[in-house]
């Protein structure tokens, strides 16, 4: 069964960058989709960003566009997600999540990884 570990979060100033990763374990990626969500206080989980695994096409959410890039990591087996210019309602439990192109549903989710900007 896959797991996921996602790594790298932490506490920046507005403006600063981040660079998150996740790792998955057990299984190989070929026809699947990798994504970031994030989860603030109060609010519902949200899709960042998403990459599918053979062909790396992304899909950003327009609230990061221009600012956050997703890569895949054939070394680990996993993807990077590169935060630039960050602002204070990025603030949020990060997530990586994997499914399989053919559904919808994330089946696979990481523990999470908290990312704190301040103002």
């Known amino acids: 069964q896959v797991q996921l570990e996602e790594s790298g979060g932490g506490t920046v100033q507005a403006g600063g960058s981040l660079r998150l990763s996740c790792a998955a374990s057990?299984?190989?990626?070929?026809?699947?989709?990798l994504g970031w969500f994030r989860q603030a206080p109060g609010k519902e989980r949200e899709l960042v960003t998403a990459?599918?695994?053979?062909?790396?096409?992304?899909h950003y959410a327009d609230s990061v566009k221009g600012r956050f890039s997703v890569s895949r990591d054939n070394a680990r087996n996993g993807i990077n997600l590169q935060m630039n210019n960050l602002k204070p309602e990025d603030t949020a439990v990060y997530y990586c999540?994997?499914?399989?192109?053919?559904?919808?549903?994330?089946?696979?989710w990481g523990q999470g990884t908290q990312v704190t900007v301040a103002s």
């Open positions: 057990g299984r190989t990626l070929t026809n699947y989709v």
């Open positions: 990459v599918t695994w053979s062909e790396g096409l992304t």
């Open positions: 999540a994997l499914k399989l192109r053919s559904t919808q549903d994330w089946k696979t």
